[in-house]
Structures are given as structure tokens and as C-alpha cells.
């Protein structure tokens, strides 16, 4: 797999412009300095996340006894699901924390941002390519940049694309990360099959 398409698949799945009304909603109490203080700790958080996984997912298979097959069809089902809550989204979004609490880790650098679905996708990566880690530690920083990119100007995003712009944005990338899915569950079949 290429680094910006690796990139793109795992910027996707970060869905930064669909967490805007979230990072919105849970930054809205405290003042922009502490706003970006705040973002930036819970952003490099979650690039630390992100680089254990990736580093550590042929360890963690192995210790699981999980086949590269298993994780690529499982995987792309639950991308898959994924991409279908990002098309028909549910009301409301819980992020568990009470008005004016300040987050930490959780809800933004995990799940929002390093969550388990790039975490999964980090497993099937690196055992899918265990000798091109330099190429993948790219990715994941180059997908990581642009969702920081997006979370630190949210106010500007925001402004410009709107709630429903948003949501457009939102659904067009759950349709891409839906042939992403797809193409990741065939993979696995075609590997189990030894097609």
C-alpha cells in the first residue's frame, strides 16, 4: 500500500471533520488559549497511541493468535459499519463529560481520534506490511496532520462549511471509507481462500 493512500485511508477513518461538532461542544467552556492547549495535548496523545499500535500490532497478533486474513475481514466489517453510522448518522453524541469538564485522553484522543476502528486498521497495516514500517509511521503522520490540521482551525471549518456542509463532508467520506471496507473484507476472503 502507498503512503498517501495509507494516509488517506487512516484520515478518513479519523473523520476529523465529522468530530467538529464534538471538539466544539467540549471546547466551548474554556477560553481559546486553554482551547488550544488543550487540543494540542490531547492531539499529540493520540499520534502516541497511534505509533504503539502500529509498532506493536505484530506483537499483539501474534500474542492473540489472530491471522492477518482474520483482522482484514473483520476489519473491513466494522470500517464498514463505521462508514454506515457516517452516511445515516444517529441523534445526539455522548461525550461523557459534564459541562465545562476538561478532557483528558478520553473522549478526544481516544475514541475521537485514535479510535478503534485506526487502531484496527494500524493491526491489519502493519501485518500486512511488516517490512515497510517507515512507509506506514508516514502515513500515520501524514493522516494525523491533517486531522490536526482540522481540529486546530475547527472554528474556521466550521464557519465555512456549516452544520449541514459538515454532514455532507461527513456522509462523502463515509461513502469512500464504504469501498475501502469492501476492497479490505474481499482481501481477506481472497487471502483465506489462498485465491
Known amino acids: 500500500m502507498e503512503v498517501i493512500s495509507a494516509a488517506t485511508m487512516l484520515f478518513l477513518i479519523m ?3 465529522g ?12 477560553d ?9 495535548r490531547e492531539l499529540l496523545a493520540a499520534l502516541v497511541i497511534l505509533m504503539l499500535f502500529l ?16 483482522l482484514s475481514i473483520s476489519g473491513g466489517v466494522i470500517l464498514f459499519i463505521i462508514a454506515i453510522k457516517m452516511i445515516f448518522p444517529s441523534a445526539g453524541s ?19 481520534i ?14 500486512q506490511y511488516p517490512t515497510r514500517m517507515f512507509e506506514l509511521s508516514l502515513a500515520v503522520l501524514l493522516a494525523w496532520v491533517g486531522t490536526s490540521g482540522v481540529l486546530m482551525f475547527y472554528r474556521f471549518f466550521h464557519k465555512i462549511l456549516g452544520e449541514r456542509g459538515l454532514k455532507a463532508v461527513e456522509r462523502l467520506m463515509g461513502l469512500l471509507l464504504v469501498m475501502i471496507s469492501t476492497q479490505m473484507f474481499l482481501d ?8
Do not use: C, W
Not at 468530530?19 to 474554556?30: A, D, G, R, T
Open 19 to 30: 468530530n467538529l461538532p464534538v471538539v466544539l461542544s467540549i471546547l466551548k467552556h474554556f
Open 55 to 70: 509498532f506493536a500490532g505484530k506483537s499483539i497478533l501474534s500474542f492473540l493468535h489472530v491471522q492477518p486474513e482474520t
Open 114 to 127: 485514535a479510535g478503534p476502528s485506526v487502531i484496527a486498521a494500524l493491526l491489519l497495516l502493519s501485518s
Open 32 to 40: 481559546k488559549k486553554r482551547q488550544r492547549a488543550i487540543l494540542i
Open 188 to 195: 481477506g476472503v481472497k487471502a483465506y481462500l489462498g485465491m
Open 15 to 17: 473523520d476529523p471533520l
Open 94 to 112: 455522548i461525550t461523557g463529560l459534564a459541562a465545562g469538564e476538561e478532557p483528558f485522553i478520553v473522549p478526544m484522543a481516544i475514541p475521537m
